[in-house]
């Protein structure tokens, strides 16, 4: 009789622990979503009173042209799509958020490197995991565009150099990929 009791403390118990995590799910789904809708506002040009309509896709095909410029525009717009699909009723998109390409005991340590940085939600490392995993893409597929214009099939440190070029978005990188100017 006990160890029926016991079963069912367990059962009990188990059921908790998944409903929380469904809970802890749907919260992360919520902010992505809460996120993704703020930067539509701010790119639609809502979130400042402006009057004039903003190309959402005017940095996307920077440096592209013909095909590859369509290729990256499609890239984005199914991103963004899977993004807003996440976890709703209706959709055929699932994400538990705990599965992803990069692990988050190394997102989490690069964060800890900033001294300012005290405390780190759970979260943070998803959404980080989540733009670096975009990041890499673009930046490959940008990289795979100069590759093939170069009619290579082979990509290069210099073919990742040459798409930096072409886009100021990514100046940032100015001082850590060496640019060959030959």
Partial sequence: ?????????????EIQQEQEMVDDNSLMSDKLEDSVNQVKVELDGEGDGGEEDVDVFENVGQGLVGHYKEIMIQYWQELINEIEMINEPNSDVRDDFKS?????????????????????????????AKACEIFITELTMRSWCVSEKNKRRTLQKNDIAEALKKSD?????????PRNDS
């Fill in 1 to 13: 009789m006990s160890s029926g009791i016991m079963q069912d403390i367990d059962d009990s118990n």
């Fill in 100 to 128: 992803h390409s990069l692990p988050f005991a190394r997102i989490r340590k690069v964060m800890k490197t900033d001294e300012d940085v005290k405390m780190i939600s759970a979260e943070a490392p998803i959404i980080f």
């Fill in 169 to 177: 978005m990514f100046d940032f990188l100015i001082d850590i990929v």
